[in-house]
């Protein structure tokens, strides 16, 4: 027991983001109960802020290597800014916060159904036209397996997008979400999409 807590008491902060003090193998920030070996559940399972971190260290280790000859050359002091600046000023900067801030879904029985509830929608909020996505052309000859139609528009200051889409292509677009999220490929759910088409889904 004393041993743990000087390890507490040493550990720094990039250790206690990217270690995994109770080696379940999730990283503590993303860990539900960090302490806790016998659940190792992340508090998301799509997103991991360790992994975000990480590839924020990554773009400032590039950016120095940039930034470096060219201080040198000039006689200047250069800075490269830190992860929780990057964070702060990117969420900051967007009045919306996130465009997508707020997720509204419907989900209907055909993709005519969605449609006609999408062009309603569209015309109550009036969502603009740039803000209208119909994914069942946008993305068709691609290979990408997702279909919806989609709008994005602000609600009350915030950036929102509302998802259209029939029940069996959400499950098809749920199950990819979770493969997409974890960098797999999608396109091994191109055969099933297209079936779901051709049957009017």
């Known amino acids: 027991m004393p ?30 109960r960090p302490f806790d070996k016998k659940k190792a559940g992340r508090v998301n399972p799509e997103v991991s802020l360790s992994k975000t ?15 470096r000859p060219i201080a040198k050359k000039h006689g200047m002091k250069y800075r490269i800014k830190g992860p929780y600046s990057i964070i702060n000023k990117l969420v900051r900067s967007n009045p919306q916060v996130s465009g997508d801030m707020i997720g509204l879904r419907k989900e209907t029985t055909t993709r005519t159904k969605a449609k006609v509830a999408w062009k309603k929608f569209n015309k109550k909020r009036g969502v603009p036209r740039s803000g209208q996505d119909n994914k069942y052309k946008t993305l068709k000859g691609s290979s990408n397996p997702y279909r919806a139609f989609h709008s994005d528009f602000t609600l009350g200051g915030f950036g929102a997008e509302a998802q259209f889409r029939t029940k069996k292509f959400g499950k098809l677009n749920d199950e990819m979400h979770i493969v997409h999220k974890n960098k797999g490929n999608t396109k091994k759910f191109l055969p099933r999409s297209k079936k779901l088409i051709k049957r009017g889904y």
């Open 3 to 32: 041993r743990r807590r000087r390890r507490r008491k040493g550990m720094t902060n990039k250790q206690y983001i990217h270690g995994d003090y109770d080696g379940d193998g999730v990283a503590n920030i993303d860990d539900k």
């Open 53 to 67: 971190f990480k590839y924020i260290d990554k773009r400032r280790r590039a950016a120095k290597k940039i930034a």
